[in-house]
T-cell receptor
Framework: GAVVSQHPSRVICKSGTSVKIECRSL??????MFWYRQFPKQSLMLMAT?????????EQGVEKDKFLINHASLTLSTLTVTSAHPEDSSFYIC????????????FGPGTRLLVL | AQKITQTQPGMFVQEKEAVTLDCTYD???????LFWYKQPSSGEMIFLIY??????QNATEGRYSLNFQKARKSANLVISASQLGDSAMYFC?????????????FGQGTRLTINP
């Protein structure tokens, strides 16, 4: 139980294109999910909190118009990187809290984005 | 101010030895949770262990135990009988507040290398 999936696992795109990343909770419902970004040899930095049925909450310094988040259902949140540039190349990873596992947050396997 | 501090960028340990990874935290919230995650080279974040601020006993999960020193605000991870497969990045994280649907703040991480 408590599995979070992400798709795609790896994506290469041209500068200026948009990329959508999906995060799904497979066997539980998640009214809240979190999106993190991790640059090489660095820690995870929270980008935004995705809320089912309402707008996402973005961390300071994260452009909401560039990183569009949609929490369409209790099991799906999507992150769209719009007009991607090489500096957006990073490892994007989502997480969801699991109530029946106490206070634990489980992470998806992550998406490696490379913008050429 | 840094909320989670991991002072060991890298650790090298002989196989079968025990290893302690340090983590200190800073919060004024009386309710918080502390987590340890393992991140192998694949990038996935693997949940290891959780300690709640009100938990009376130190958390244990198999070979993992958390040395929770509340007065010192430290939450060190102890891995007993280390194995080659334990080589990875290890992150300490904190959630402020009781509910699981609160964001995590991560430390800088410690790269653990187990030598045969």
């Amino acid at each position: 139980g408590a599995v979070v999936s992400q798709h795609p696992s790896r994506v290469i795109c041209k500068s200026g294109t948009s990329v959508k990343i999906e995060c799904r909770s497979l066997d539980f419902q998640a009214t809240t999910m979190f999106w993190y970004r991790q640059f090489p040899k660095q820690s995870l930095m929270l980008m935004a909190t995705s809320n089912e049925g309402s707008k996402a909450t973005y961390e300071q310094g994260v452009e909401k118009d560039k990183f569009l988040i949609n929490h369409a259902s209790l099991t799906l949140s999507t992150l769209t990187v719009t007009s991607a540039h090489p500096e957006d190349s990073s490892f994007y990873i989502c997480s969801a809290p699991v109530v029946f596992k106490g206070e634990t947050q489980y992470f998806g396997p992550g998406t490696r984005l490379l913008v050429l | 101010a840094q909320k989670i501090t991991q002072t060991q960028p890298g650790m090298f340990v002989q196989e079968k030895e025990a290893v302690t990874l340090d983590c200190t935290y800073d919060t004024s919230d009386p309710s918080y949770g502390l987590f340890w995650y393992k991140q192998p080279s694949s990038g996935e974040m693997i949940f290891l262990i959780y300690q709640g601020s009100y938990d009376q006993q130190n958390a244990t999960e198999g070979r993992y135990s958390l040395n929770f020193q509340k007065a010192r605000k430290s939450a060190n991870l102890v891995i007993s009988a280390s194995q080659l497969g334990d080589s990875a990045m290890y992150f300490c994280a904190m959630r402020e507040g009781i509910q699981g649907a609160q964001k995590l703040v991560f430390g800088q991480g410690t790269r653990l290398t187990i030598n045969p």
